[in-house]
C-alpha cells in the first residue's frame, strides 16, 4: 500500500505536467475545425456543405498518419530512459521520412481519389464541385501535417509537450485570420475594418471553401515549420541534435517505427470511421435525431480530450521507465495512470451531470433537439468512463511497444460490439423485450463497445506488464 502511495504521490505531478499541455495542443487544433465550420456557415449553406464533407475524407487521413507517427513517441522515450541519445536521431530522421511518404500518399489520394468518393456518395454537383477545390487545397497541407506530428512526436518522447501546445496555437492564430481573408474576401475585410482599406485588398474575391482549405493549408505548413526552428534552436532537448547530420532511409529502424506505429494509425482511423457510420445510419432518424446526436457527441468530445491526453503522456512515462530498466516500478505508473484517468472520467460525468442542460442550450434552441441531446449526455456519463479507461489502458500499452494488441482488440470491440450491437438496437431493439431504441441503441451499443476494449485491454496490460516484470519479455524489442 505504501508503494502505491509512494508512485501516486511521486508521478500524479509528471503525468499532469506531460497531459496537460498536450490536451491544450488538442484543444487548438480542434478550434481550427470549429473556426472552418463557423466562417464557411456564415458565407453560404453550401461552402458548410462542401467543407463538412470534405473534412469528413481528409480529417481521418490525417489522423491515421497522426496514429502512425505516434510510434516515435515509445521509441524515443525508452531511448531517453536508457541514455541511449546518439540512437535518438537517427530514429527520428526515419520517422521524418515515413512522415514525408504519407504525407505525399495522403495528398495524392486527396488530388485523385475524391471524385469517385463523391459520385458513390450521390453528393449534390453543387457541394461536389467545391469540396473538390477546398481538398485540392488541403491537399498541399498533408506533407506539413505529417512532419509537424513527427517532430511533435520526438518532442513528447523528450518530455518537452509544451512546444505542440505553443505551436498548435500560433496555428489557430494564423488560421483564424486566413479564414476571414481567402473565406470572404474584400468584402468581408471592408465590413470588419472599413471602407479606408486599399483597394487591391477591397478586390479580393471571396473563395468560400476554396478559401478555407488554402488557409487550413497554411497553418498546417505554419505548425510544422515552427515546430522545425524550435526544435533546431532550442536548448530542452540536451544533446539530442536533429538538424546538424543527415540519414538516409533505414530499414530496420522504418520497420520498427511501423510495427509499433502502424497498429495505432489503423486503430485510430477505425475509431473515427466508426463514429462517420454512425453518423450515417443516424441520418435516416430524421434531422431532429441528427442535431441532437452531433450537439451531445460535440460537447462530449471537448471533455474527452483530457483523458485523451492523459493516454499520450503514460506512454511517455512508461517509456521513459521501461528504458531505465525499472520494470516494475513502470507497471505501477501505469495502473497509477489507469486510476488517475478514472478519476478524470468521474469528475467530468459530474460535470456532464450539471452542465449538461446550460451547455446544450448554447447550441440549441429547438426543444425537442435539446431534449434528446440531454437524454444523450445522461447515457455519456457511462461512456465517458469505459472510453477514458480503454484510451489509457491503450496508452500504457503503447509505453510497451505493445500496439498490434491494440489495433485487434479495437477492431474486434469497436465493430462487432460496437457498430453491429448498436445498430441491432438502434433498427430492431431485442425482439420480444425491447422495441428498437433508435438513435439510443447507437450509444448503447458505442458503450457496451469501449466496455470491451476496457476489460481486454485491462487483461492484456496485466498481462504484458507481468511479464515484462519477471524477466519473461523484453520491452525494447518487442
Known amino acids: 500500500m505504501a508503494t502505491l502511495f509512494d508512485t501516486a504521490r511521486r508521478e500524479t505531478r509528471p503525468l499532469l505536467a506531460l497531459a496537460l499541455p498536450i490536451c491544450g495542443a488538442q484543444l487548438a487544433q480542434a478550434g481550427m475545425s470549429v473556426a472552418d465550420v463557423m466562417m464557411t456557415g456564415r458565407l453560404s449553406a453550401t461552402d458548410l456543405a462542401a467543407v463538412s464533407v470534405g473534412s469528413s475524407l481528409w480529417l481521418p487521413l490525417m489522423l491515421f498518419m497522426t496514429g502512425t507517427l505516434m510510434g516515435l513517441t515509445p521509441i524515443v522515450a525508452q531511448l531517453l530512459g536508457g541514455g541511449r541519445i546518439a540512437e535518438i536521431t537517427p530514429n527520428v530522421h526515419q520517422g521524418l521520412w515515413v512522415a514525408l511518404v504519407l504525407g505525399a500518399l495522403a495528398a495524392g489520394l486527396l488530388w485523385f481519389a475524391v471524385g469517385p468518393i463523391f459520385t458513390l456518395m450521390e453528393v449534390p454537383e453543387a457541394v461536389a464541385e467545391r469540396s473538390r477545390s477546398y481538398l485540392l487545397a488541403v491537399a498541399f497541407g498533408m506533407p506539413g501535417a505529417a512532419l509537424f506530428q513527427a517532430l511533435r512526436a520526438f518532442s513528447d518522447g523528450m518530455n518537452h509537450t509544451r512546444p505542440s501546445l505553443w505551436i498548435s496555437l500560433a496555428g489557430l492564430a494564423v488560421n483564424v485570420p486566413s479564414n476571414f481573408v481567402l473565406i470572404y474576401g474584400g468584402e468581408g475585410l471592408t465590413s470588419l475594418l472599413g471602407p479606408w482599406l486599399p483597394h487591391w485588398l477591397q478586390a479580393l474575391p471571396a473563395l468560400g471553401a476554396l478559401g478555407c482549405g488554402i488557409a487550413t493549408a497554411l497553418s498546417l505548413w505554419t505548425m510544422c515549420l515552427c515546430m522545425g526552428l524550435y526544435t533546431r534552436h532550442s536548448r530542452a532537448y540536451g544533446k539530442v541534435s536533429l538538424w546538424h547530420t543527415a540519414s538516409l532511409p533505414r530499414w530496420r529502424l522504418v520497420s520498427e517505427l511501423l510495427y509499433v506505429g502502424l497498429p495505432i494509425g489503423v486503430a485510430i482511423f477505425v475509431e473515427v470511421t466508426l463514429f462517420t457510420l454512425i453518423a450515417l445510419f443516424i441520418a435516416s432518424l430524421g434531422e431532429v435525431t441528427v442535431a441532437a446526436h452531433q450537439v451531445a457527441l460535440n460537447y ?57 442542460e446550460p451547455v446544450i442550450g448554447l447550441y440549441t434552441r429547438d426543444p425537442e433537439v435539446a431534449s434528446l441531446a440531454l437524454s444523450l449526455v445522461l447515457l455519456a456519463m457511462i461512456y465517458q468512463v469505459s472510453d477514458s479507461l480503454q484510451v489509457n489502458l491503450g496508452g500504457a500499452l503503447r509505453g510497451y511497444k505493445d500496439t498490434r494488441i491494440i489495433m485487434v482488440i479495437t477492431l474486434t470491440s469497436y465493430w462487432l460490439v460496437g457498430m453491429a450491437g448498436g445498430h441491432w438496437l438502434g433498427t430492431r431493439g431485442i425482439p420480444g423485450l425491447v422495441a428498437p431504441l433508435g438513435v439510443h441503441g447507437y450509444w448503447i451499443g458505442l458503450i457496451g463497445g469501449l466496455t470491451v476494449a476496457a476489460i481486454l485491454l485491462g487483461e492484456r496490460l496485466r498481462r504484458i506488464s507481468k511479464a515484462v516484470a519477471h524477466g519473461e519479455r523484453d520491452p525494447l524489442h518487442p
Open 300 to 356: 462530449t468530445s471537448i471533455l474527452f480530450m483530457l483523458p485523451l491526453s492523459l493516454s499520450m503522456a503514460l506512454t511517455v512515462r512508461v517509456g521513459n521507465v521501461l528504458g531505465q530498466q525499472r520494470h516494475n516500478h513502470a507497471r505501477r505508473i501505469a495502473w497509477h495512470g489507469i486510476v488517475l484517468c478514472l478519476a478524470v472520467a468521474l469528475l467530468n460525468g459530474l460535470l456532464l451531470r450539471f452542465t449538461a
